[in-house]
Nanobody, 116 residues
Framework: QVQLVESGGGLVQPGGSLRLSCAAS????????MGWYRQAPGKERESVAR???????TYADSVKGRFTISSDNAKNTVYLQMNSLKPEDTAVYYC??????????WGQGTQVTVSS
């Protein structure tokens, strides 16, 4: 069984920063990629950022230049540094792990609220 534990969400003013962390544990093998998704009220879950096992990263157009994804492979941990936050970034952020070819796991979600 695989567990993903997220932390770092909260309330921040527009223009502020937050750093999300996600630590994976359990029967993990052959990690393909780790990433972050988000879901705002009334909207579908969308991909925010992804980092592949070889290091390449991809970002949603809406967060390019503001968010940075990184990982610590030794700790099976992925981070999302979010700068210049906007109210439209408000959502529940979910960590995602793809491993073992076709398997994937999700975190429980952490709330990020950007408001003055």
């Amino acid at each position: 069984q695989v567990q993903l534990v997220e932390s770092g969400g909260g309330l921040v003013q527009p223009g502020g920063s937050l750093r999300l962390s996600c630590a994976a544990s359990g029967s993990i093998f052959s990690i393909n990629a780790m990433g972050w998704y988000r879901q705002a009220p009334g909207k579908e879950r969308e991909s925010v950022a992804r980092i592949s096992s070889g290091g390449p990263t991809t970002y949603a157009d809406s967060v390019k230049g503001r968010f940075t994804i990184s990982s610590d492979n030794a700790k099976n941990t992925v981070y999302l540094q979010m700068n210049s936050l906007k109210p439209e970034d408000t959502a529940v952020y979910y960590c995602n792990l793809k491993f073992g070819g076709w398997r994937q796991a999700w975190g429980q979600g952490t709330q990020v609220t950007v408001s003055s």
